[in-house]
């Protein structure tokens, strides 16, 4: 681990003259800002294309992992925001066998999507009376949202095969025209409402439904978008505890957003200038509470009859957070067992501000303790924008402009391959791995 946060970047020398592309040495030192799950994913995709001969030096002034993190309650430790991973998240399921993780046993808990004042729909034990409920409220829409995802997962899942091949893109629309066409690229302009409510679902699913969802995941409405040759040498100043410092690199990759709310960036002698990037951040607070609930708030007046584990909410004015659940220890033992609603338990509750004392006491008969983490978590999705570059000079990427598109841990992970296998090709001069067309085409013909 190399010094603490880069809070200057710059371009030291002038472009000296390049080896002929076969015989290309690689190059001597990379430098990746920001240890969280992108910066740590493009460090070891870079170490695994470029070799163990490069030296790579991370630059983080907190610790590794960025948002994955944890707290500790009663000496046992809780996620403080969810850290679930997808079958279909390939990268991600590599990370897992790789670091020898185990996957953690499942606790059953039911959930609801609570409105302020009512249940808008209620989850039961019983399957079959789940999908009738949907389709008694909603009609056929949430079968007409899982066709909608299914198609879109399709599409998506041909990153892997491209990226197994070598294949790299130069911009986030080239990436996304590879997968879906204009189609895909045009969603990140337009929101999930309209994206659903064209292909027939309910405004009612909508507002109740993917809200909730919404709301749950980034904080926001459903207006957030359908799919969230020479050498240069760029010298990173830094300072840390043991002072200032700076050091000198073949190449660059900055993982932590680069937008006037999130960065303590410079960059000084770039021929054009690297300019600021529009846009805002929500801010995203997670509160992990060790109490009782109040369950008389949610209209159960006996707490052993409360049946949720987990309670989203819908989009309605004045409720104060998005949503709660009781959460499990990250180590379950064989005769761990969920708390009863009567006892005290480890409830997690997301909000867009700070819990006054009011809103806690509202939330909970009363608890022993209150632990907050508080960040600037998604962008704002709701803001006019256009995507970020990956390319931010000949050989310094940018990786976090991904999260316009969308913010999950699978979807950095992507762009961290994509920007080591970026890296790679640019250096070794292989255009033939860059931004090329009827890549599908192009991946069968190899096999």
Known sequence: MAPPPAALLLPALAALLAAPAAARAPPRSIAVVGAGLGGSAVAYFLQQHFGPQVQLDVYEPAGVGGRLATVTVNKQQYESRGASIHALSLHMQDFVKILGLKHRREVAGKSAIFSGEHFVLEETDWYLLNLFRLWWHYGISFLRLQMWVEEVMEKFMRIYKYQAHGYAFSSLEELLRSLGGDAFVN???RSVAESLLEVGVTQRFVDDVIAAVLRSSYGQSVLVPAFAEGRALYQVHYEGSEGQGSAFYDMVVVTT?????????????????????????????????????NSSYFGFPDPKLFPFASILTTDTPNLFFNAMDNICPVNISAAFRRKQPQEAAVWRVLSQQLLDKQQLKTLFRSYYSVQVTEWQA???????????????????????????????????AVAAKNVALLAYNRWHQDLEKIDQKDLMHKVKTEL
């Open 187 to 189: 969603m990140t302009q």
């Open 257 to 293: 957003p680069l937008h006037p709310s999130r960065s303590n960036f410079t960059f000084e002698n770039f021929e054009p200038p690297i300019a600021d990037f529009p846009g805002a951040f929500q801010p995203s607070v997670t509160s992990v509470v060790h109490g009782y609930l």
């Open 378 to 412: 998604y962008p704002r999705y709701d803001a006019a924008k256009s995507l970020p570059p990956i390319v931010l000079h000949e050989n310094l990427f940018y990786l976090s402009g991904v999260e316009w598109v969308a913010s999950s841990m699978e979807m950095i």
